[in-house]
C-alpha cells in the first residue's frame, strides 16, 4: 500500500501568518491527492482535491500543488477557523490512504 | 444538500458485533458509493472499504476481511457497517463518507462512536 508521510506533526502559527504543509508518498500517486480538514469534535471535510482544486465553498487562501510523490497545502493567511489537523489522502492505488495528519494550532 | 446521518453511539463488550448505520439524503442514492472510514481516540484516519450503493459490490481493507460486512438497503437510502468479533482496539469514532469520483471523499457522516469495553 501506498504510505503518505505528513510533515511537520504540529506547526504552531499565529493568525494571519503563512501555514505550509507537505504530504510525502512512498510512490507516486500522480495527482491523484487529497486533503482533508478536521477541527475538533468535528467530521473531516474535504478541502482540496487532485493536488490543487478547491472543494465548493473552500476559500481561496487555501492553495495545493505537487504531483508525483511531493505535495504542499499552503494557507496563505491563516485565519482564527484554520486552526485545525489537516489529512492528505490519496486515490491513485487502493487500498485508499492517509496521511498521519499535520496539526495547525495557534502559537 | 448531500445529508449523511448516522446511527448513535454504542458500547459493546469484547467479541460482540456492532453495526453502525448511514442515513443518505440529498442525492441520487445508487449514484454514489459510500466508504468507511474510521478514527481511533486521538489517531488518524483509517479506510476500511466501500460499498457501491447500486450494485452492493464491496471491496474491503484485508486487515478487516472476514469480520467486516458492508450493505445497503436502496427502498431507505441507508448504508450499513457491521464489524464482529469486537476487541478494544475497534474502539473508535466510524464514518461513513460518500464517494464522488473514485476515492475522493466529498460528505461525511458525523460519525459514530463505538467503545469495547469489558
Known amino acids: 500500500e501506498i504510505v503518505l508521510t505528513q510533515s511537520p506533526a504540529t506547526l504552531s502559527l499565529s493568525p494571519g501568518e503563512r501555514a505550509t504543509l507537505s504530504c510525502r508518498a512512498n510512490?507516486?500517486?500522480?495527482?491523484?491527492l487529497n486533503w482533508y480538514q478536521q477541527k475538533p469534535g468535528q467530521a473531516p471535510s474535504l478541502l482540496l482535491y487532485?493536488?490543487?482544486r478547491r472543494a465548493t465553498g473552500i476559500p481561496a487562501r487555501f492553495s495545493g500543488r505537487g504531483s508525483g510523490t511531493d505535495f504542499t497545502l499552503t494557507i496563505s493567511s491563516l485565519e482564527p477557523e484554520d486552526f485545525a489537523v489537516y489529512y492528505c489522502?490519496?486515490?491513485?492505488?487502493?487500498?485508499?490512504?492517509f496521511g498521519g495528519g499535520t496539526k495547525v494550532e495557534i502559537k | 444538500q448531500v445529508q449523511l446521518v448516522q446511527s448513535g453511539t454504542e458500547v459493546k463488550k469484547p467479541g460482540a458485533s456492532m453495526k453502525v448505520s448511514c442515513k443518505a439524503s440529498?442525492?441520487?442514492?445508487?449514484?454514489?458509493?459510500m466508504h468507511w472510514v474510521r478514527q481511533a481516540p486521538g489517531q488518524g484516519l483509517e479506510w476500511m472499504g466501500w460499498?457501491?450503493?447500486?450494485?452492493?459490490?464491496?471491496n474491503y481493507v484485508p486487515k478487516f476481511q472476514g469480520r467486516v460486512t458492508m450493505t445497503r438497503d436502496t427502498s431507505i437510502t441507508t448504508v450499513y457497517m457491521e464489524l464482529s468479533g469486537l476487541r478494544s482496539d475497534d474502539t473508535a469514532m466510524y464514518y461513513c463518507?460518500?464517494?464522488?469520483?473514485?476515492?475522493?471523499?466529498?460528505?461525511w457522516g458525523q460519525g459514530t462512536l463505538i467503545t469495547v469495553s469489558s
Open positions: 489522502q490519496q486515490r491513485s492505488n487502493w487500498p485508499l490512504t
Open positions: 510512490q507516486s500517486v500522480d495527482t491523484y
Open positions: 487532485d493536488a490543487s
Open positions: 440529498g442525492y441520487i442514492f445508487t449514484g454514489y458509493s
Open positions: 460499498i457501491n450503493a447500486k450494485s452492493g459490490v464491496t
Open positions: 463518507a460518500r464517494d464522488d469520483r473514485l476515492g475522493l471523499l466529498d460528505s
